[in-house]
């Protein structure tokens, strides 16, 4: 079983900025690649970001240019942090990782744009 604890979520109005936290286990921060999804009720997850252990990036479409992925290997923690948040980007956050052929899950951290 992998553990990752996440932190972070919140109230934002729309425009402000947030920062998610991810801790793993040494073992699987340092040798896996690191992602964040995002879902909605009613939808499916939706890769937000992932970081591979040499930081390779990628970016959802719809986050490119606000949000940043990083990895601090001091604390085992992967951050998201996100700017320029609009209403759309409401929805539970979850800090994932694959490690063969399965994918372990954060508990997720609401995220919540409003006025």
């Known amino acids: 079983q992998v553990q990752l604890v996440e932190s972070g979520g919140g109230l934002v109005q729309p425009g402000g900025t947030l920062r998610l936290s991810c801790e793993a286990p040494?073992?699987?921060?340092?040798?896996?690649?690191m992602a964040w999804a995002r879902q909605t009720p009613g939808s499916e997850r939706e890769l937000v970001a992932r970081?591979?252990?040499?930081?390779?990036?990628e970016y959802g479409d719809s986050v490119k240019g606000r949000f940043t992925i990083s990895r601090e290997h001091a604390k085992n923690t992967v951050y998201l942090q996100m700017n320029s948040l609009k209403p759309e980007d409401t929805a539970t956050y979850y800090c994932?990782?694959?490690?063969?052929?399965?994918?372990?899950w954060g508990q997720g951290t609401q995220v919540t744009v409003s006025s």
């Open positions: 970081i591979s252990p040499n930081n390779t990036i």
């Open positions: 040494v073992s699987v921060f340092r040798f896996h690649t």
């Open positions: 994932n990782v694959k490690l063969f052929t399965r994918t372990y």
